[in-house]
């Protein structure tokens, strides 16, 4: 196939941006000629000379452009990646649903693991890249009655290696939704991920009988990196 | 005088630019141009129509975003129906808002439980898209039973003899319910999405209810993997010509056709500030340093904020699609005398609704979604909601009583339900949701009754999707 437009990459050195410095055919032609070529393409995500090869690579999606999945393919958008949602401590009672919480526990030194499922758009698969993080939040509520009172639980995300396992802390002093504290995530890959979390009472005060588990999110949270 | 455009790609020849060639003006003139026009369709600056939305056909590659991966984890037991159900229930239904450029194939997983035993010759589960008058534009479509579990009374292969039969409960208790696929072709924009499961209710005392559960569901594009890795070529050595750190309409150069004509010099500045251009617009849009460069010098990026750039292409960008409950289109009511009783009978674990109308005469929360938010501008917010209900009463049945609003950042309009054709499917749309950029917060649908006295039609809340939706 023969290059119908020239390509390039090459932005102009700084020593060839200097007063006095030589005007160079290529290097002009490099830096401003060939990289307009590629940035159309990846901006348009289409090869703008038909019957020529593209300038670019394929993205992760095996299509042309910025998709936006992470250095070189562009910022990420911040989005949720999987969803838990609940009205399991819906305290009205005019509204009528499934009561049971998802996860609940009431002995200090008790644990549950949960498994997920998620599919993640394809990405380049590098460390700091935007989607090889998923950050899991959880938001939970003390059980027991009125009065004065607290549980604690802690959230771990066990990966496959669990020495690299991160966690937060929920502690719950009323029965409001309330958002754990901490940042756990998981390493994600592109397309099915299975995941795997666990959550374990380590402390309960007062009136309260334990701790339930009842909304959760796992997010794409970097915008470039983490 | 005019400002340097070049509304179509042109590129120059590779002839043009070999080592000891003739400098063109019109080569660089050219690339200019692009240079401008790339940098006009990704900020919208100048007036340009044609901007980078991310919708495809040369307006920048779709996201391909998952709509929906929602872990539910219900049983969907009924509950003493009268009269006995052995039909399809609608265990997931839900609207689904597909991003223009996203009219393609998509996959969707539901894992559940397997019909009962007696319907085995059949799949038992089908999928059904219908549009916004709730005509069925494609299915029911058998889904295909693609992993796990081991189906109720099918041989357990492990050598005893007889061979032994799983249980409903036995596989209710494993974790790995088996998995039904599909592959749908869906179109740009507002649709509902059913999925169906053959159920019935086995005599009390004759093996008990249904005993089945609804896991996971997942909607993503049919995906195909880059055969190659793709990537920026890269093959400057060396520190280049110093970069903006900001990418904001104060760093752009514009070009005058009068700065690069035939027969004039070659200015060093045109050079000089075409390359930090590129250099600039290379960084902002593809968030990687430019070749050469081992690290980022710029700490803008292209987020659609417009806080730079007040023109900024807005973008469709799907944020969470929930299932809700179940309904029955057969006219089966879910619940008994809701207006004054508690509900016994239907699928009691798996749907939501108002138990007590009259009472909800202030907001109450049916659903509750924890979701980060993109840094997308708050401006006239495009962030939407649409809630699918059902009046179980049947199609003469009347929501107009009924009102919802969705709280986030802030709490939006009140909004009214509108019937898809002749149904008892309702939907509503909320429109300019508030909400704040980069942050999580939880999205809050709340429903109540602006007559309570009155005999309006009873409520199944079904499912939502939040979504922004560009103009």
């Not at chain 2, 752009?252 to 930090?276: C, H, K, M």
Request: one cysteine or more; a neutral charge; aromatic letters at 8%.
């Amino acid at each position: 196939m023969t290059l119908k437009r020239f390509i390039s990459s090459k932005a102009l050195l700084a020593v060839e941006a200097t007063s006095l410095s030589p005007a160079v055919a290529d290097s002009l032609a490099e830096s401003i000629l060939g990289r307009s070529r590629m940035l159309w393409e990846l901006a348009t995500g289409e090869n703008p000379i038909a019957d020529d090869e593209g300038a670019t690579g394929l993205n992760p999606q095996g299509k042309r452009g910025v998709d936006r999945s992470g250095a070189p393919w562009g910022t990420a958008c911040l989005h949720p990646l999987w969803t838990y949602e609940s009205e399991a401590n819906q305290t009205s009672t005019l509204v009528y649903g499934r009561t049971t919480p998802w996860i609940s526990l009431g002995e200090v030194g008790q644990s549950q693991r949960r498994t997920i499922t998620v599919e993640v758009k394809p990405f380049q698969e590098r460390q700091m890249t935007p989607y090889s993080r998923g950050l899991l939040q959880v938001l939970g509520f003390r059980l027991g009655g009125a009065g004065v009172g607290s549980a604690t639980a802690t959230i771990t995300c066990l990966s496959s290696d669990e020495a690299s396992s991160t966690s937060s802390t929920l502690t719950v002093s009323s029965t409001a939704l309330t958002v754990a504290s901490g940042s756990p995530f998981f390493t994600l890959r592109p397309g099915i991920n299975t995941l795997t979390f666990e959550v374990k009472l380590t402390a309960k005060s007062g009136v309260a009988t334990g701790v339930s588990i009842d909304v959760a999110t796992l997010s794409q949270f970097a915008v470039r990196s983490h | 005088m005019a400002r340097i455009l070049a509304s179509t790609f042109a590129g120059t020849p590779p002839s043009e630019v070999v080592a000891d060639a003739s400098i063109y003006w019109r080569a660089l003139y050219q690339a200019l141009g692009e240079m401008a026009e790339v940098k006009d369709r990704l900020t919208g600056e100048n007036g340009n129509a044609v901007t980078i939305n991310h919708t495809g056909s040369g307006r920048g590659c779709p996201l391909g975003l998952a709509i929906a991966n929602q872990h539910i984890d219900a049983r969907i037991d009924i509950t003493d129906p009268s009269p006995a159900v052995a039909d399809y229930v609608d265990v997931i239904a839900v609207p689904i808002f597909v991003a223009t450029g996203e009219d393609q194939s998509w996959v969707l997983e539901v894992e559940i439980s397997d019909p009962k035993p007696f319907n085995e010759g059949e799949v038992g589960v089908t999928a059904t898209l219908f549009d916004s008058s709730w005509a069925a534009f494609q299915g029911p479509i058998d889904g295909r039973r693609t992993a796990g579990g081991i189906a109720p009374g099918r041989p357990i292969n492990d050598g005893s003899a007889p061979p032994r039969t799983i249980t409903d409960e036995q596989q209710f208790n494993t974790t790995a319910l088996p998995t039904y696929s599909w592959n749908l072709t869906l179109s740009a924009g507002l649709q509902f999405l059913t999925v169906s499961r053959f159920t019935r209710v086995l005599a009390s005392g004759v093996g008990g209810n249904d005993s089945s559960k609804l896991g996971a569901w997942r909607l993503y594009p049919a995906r195909r993997q880059a055969s190659r890795t793709g990537a920026v070529p890269s093959s400057s050595v060396g520190n280049n010509h110093p970069l903006p750190t900001t990418f904001v309409p104060g760093t752009w150069v514009e070009f005058d056709s009068t700065q690069v004509e035939e027969s004039g010099p070659l200015d060093a500045y045109v050079i000089s500030r075409a390359n930090r251009n590129i250099n600039a617009l290379t960084e902002w849009m593809t968030g990687a340093p430019v070749a050469g460069n081992a690290s980022m010098t710029m700490t803008t990026n292209r987020l659609g904020n417009r806080a730079s750039f007040t023109a900024e292409p807005l973008i469709d960008l799907p944020i969470a699609c929930v299932a809700l409950g179940s309904s029955y289109a057969g006219g089966f009511k879910l619940i008994v005398a809701p207006q004054t009783l508690a509900a016994s009978t239907g699928m009691l674990q798996w749907s939501r609704f108002p138990v007590t109308r009259p009472d909800i005469v202030t907001p109450a929360s049916v659903a509750l979604m924890r979701c980060i938010m993109p840094n997308f501008s708050t401006a006239s917010s495009l962030l939407r909601l649409t809630l699918l209900v059902q009046a179980p009463g049947g199609g003469a049945t009347t929501l107009n009583d009924w009102r919802v609003r969705v709280t986030a950042a802030g709490t939006s309009g009140t909004f009214s339900f509108t019937r898809m054709g002749a149904t008892n499917y309702w939907s509503s749309t909320i429109t300019a949701i508030p909400f704040t950029p980069g942050s999580h917060q939880n999205v809050i649908v709340n429903l109540h009754h602006i007559t309570p006295a009155a005999i309006d039609g009873d409520l199944i809340v079904l499912g939502a999707m939040a979504y922004f939706e560009a103009p």
